[in-house]
């Protein structure tokens, strides 16, 4: 019997929601644009749905935890979410 996920997370900064939405996705290191990826990890750790979490799962279930990355275009360059809300 194969597993079953019964949940997703896209958890986020404030910062990082902000850079999403609204800055310019340019590459630091060469200024061109930057391409969105997602990817997922599957965490069987998390404790249940909290309110302010986008999915509803039950505590220790397999889940989904979604994140983003940006990829340059021009330099191949790989960017977490998180370090470019930084700076
Ligand atoms: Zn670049």
């Not at 310019?24 to 290191?29: A, Q, R, T, V, Y």
Request: charged letters at 25%; a positive charge.
């Amino acid at each position: 019997m194969g597993k079953k996920f019964t949940g997703k997370n896209l958890v986020l900064t404030m910062g990082e929601l902000i850079y999403l939405l609204f800055r310019k996705k340019e590459c630091p290191k060469c200024k061109s644009n930057l391409e969105r990826k997602k990817e997922y990890e599957i965490r069987n750790d998390l404790p249940g749905s909290r309110p302010n979490h986008l999915s509803i799962h039950a505590p220790g279930a397999d889940v989904k935890v979604y994140k983003y990355f940006f990829v340059c275009i021009q330099c191949s360059s790989q960017f977490p979410l998180g370090v470019l809300a930084k700076m």
